[in-house]
């Protein structure tokens, strides 16, 4: 019965390999502002993390572009800063400006956030799984629900800034400083965020994704990894562990979430899980399937979907990748852009995606001309 209906879930199905066509589609943001109905609820529910904890307020914005669009795809509303809030640190979004946190400086900060195993974390964020149990019973049965949260990396570069700075260069600066420190920050999130990610799964998300929306900002320096010995003395950097040689990519961000997949199909066996490394380059995006574990790669818009098709195996999920800029434009530009990503993956396994998330001057009728252009016949 069960099988019956996730047999139905397109998404999933792409998820584990199989090609279809039309591919399914979602959008990254599809509950957000560019959507009227988004912004009357948003308007009654108050501050926008009153939104995400209430669950009631929640789920309306979540079934939203569900109701209007009929994507294939639901990704649970909330924010990857709930993590930080549910760790001790003051998050607050800004009208206009974005999200703020109370930046950590040092260890001082870091000795106040709660341990790994303080069970105060997941009652902070009990009202996330509800909206999770309560969406999978009120979503039609062929929808995918998503859940979601940031990777260790990015999420630790807003705690770490305390906003999201353009370069990041607070980030970047205490990673090339206190590596120490940003390892167990990094350990930290590694630890909650994989159980937050399987209380997703078990309230009832099918697969999950991890926002690794930092990847491009990580600090140039390649630091000595984690995980070897510092050598003693004078030694030759021939004789030095062969893991000095990760880079940054690796070392801050696909292993730590290569940690976050293992740990999390440890406990939900098989659990599906899409990483989205923004600005990683074409690079690093035909890495991410082999270092992570993922079972797909979200491609970010700065990808030439065609080139990474051809660089990875057939068999790769891709997701992605029309450029939020094309969409707010429209017309021609938009179909053009729709046919690229159809002849750049026909007969692969692919969910279609932007590559980034839509943003709030998008007009909703480009959303209607771009799923038009998809599921013609
Ligand atoms: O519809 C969905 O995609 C689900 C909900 C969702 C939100 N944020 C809602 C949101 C998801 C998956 C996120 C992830 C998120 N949050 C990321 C990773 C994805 C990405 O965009 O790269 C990041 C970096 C954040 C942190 C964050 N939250 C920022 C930088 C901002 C401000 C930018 C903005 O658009 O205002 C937010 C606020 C936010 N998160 C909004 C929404 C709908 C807008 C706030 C509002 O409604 O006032």
Redo the contacts with the bound molecule.
């Keep these: 019965m069960a099988q019956s209906v996730q047999a139905d879930r397109k998404v999933l199905r792409v998820l584990s390999g199989e090609a279809l066509s039309p591919p399914p589609a979602w959008m990254?943001?599809?509950?957000?502002?560019y959507l009227p109905e988004y912004r009357e609820t948003?308007a009654e529910a108050g501050s926008?993390l009153d939104l995400c904890y209430s669950p009631d307020f929640a789920v309306e914005v979540t079934l939203q572009p569900i109701r209007r669009f009929g994507f294939e795809a639901s990704?649970?509303?909330?924010?990857?800063?709930v993590v930080p809030h549910a760790l001790g640190q003051d998050v607050r979004?800004v009208?206009g400006e974005?999200?703020r946190l109370d930046p950590m400086h040092g260890r001082a900060e870091f000795e106040r956030l709660r341990r790994a195993d303080d069970p105060a974390i997941f009652t902070h964020l009990e009202p996330v799984f509800e909206t999770v149990r309560r969406l999978r019973a009120d979503l039609p049965p062929e929808t995918t629900l998503l859940g979601?949260c940031?990777a260790p990396w990015?999420v630790a570069s807003?705690m770490i800034g305390g906003r999201?700075t353009p370069d990041l260069a607070p980030a970047r600066a205490l990673a090339e400083g206190d590596t120490a420190l940003v390892d167990a920050l990094i350990d930290r999130l590694v630890t909650v965020q994989t159980a937050y990610l399987v209380r997703q799964l078990r309230a009832g998300a099918d697969a999950v994704q991890i926002?690794e929306?930092h990847a491009g900002s990580l600090p140039k320096a390649v630091p000595l990894a984690s995980d070897t010995v510092e050598p003693v003395g004078d030694v030759s950097e021939s004789a030095l562990p062969e893991t000095r040689a990760i880079d940054a990519l690796s070392r801050w961000s696909f292993r730590p979430i290569a940690r976050m997949i293992a740990g999390i199909r440890a406990e939900v066996p098989g659990a599906k899980i899409i990483v989205f490394a923004?600005g990683s380059g074409l690079d690093g995006h035909a890495r991410v399937v082999p270092e992570t574990g993922a079972d797909a790669v979200g491609v970010d818009w700065a990808v030439d979907l065609a080139a990474l098709r051809a660089r990875v195996p057939a068999s790769t999920v891709t997701q992605g990748n029309v450029h939020p800029d094309t969409l707010i434009e429209g017309g021609p530009a938009l179909d053009a852009a729709v046919d690229a990503v159809l002849a750049a993956t026909r007969g692969l396994p692919h969910i279609f995606n932007l590559g980034?998330?839509i943003t709030?001057q998008t007009p909703v009728a480009h959303v209607e001309q771009m799923l038009a252009r998809l599921r013609r016949r």
Excluded at 28 to 33: D, H, K, L, Y
Excluded at 75 to 81: A, G, H, M, T, V
């Design positions: 990254m943001r599809q509950a957000g502002r948003r926008f990704i649970l509303f909330s924010d990857i800063l979004f009208e974005g999200p979601f940031g990015t807003y999201g926002f929306s923004r980034h998330g709030p």
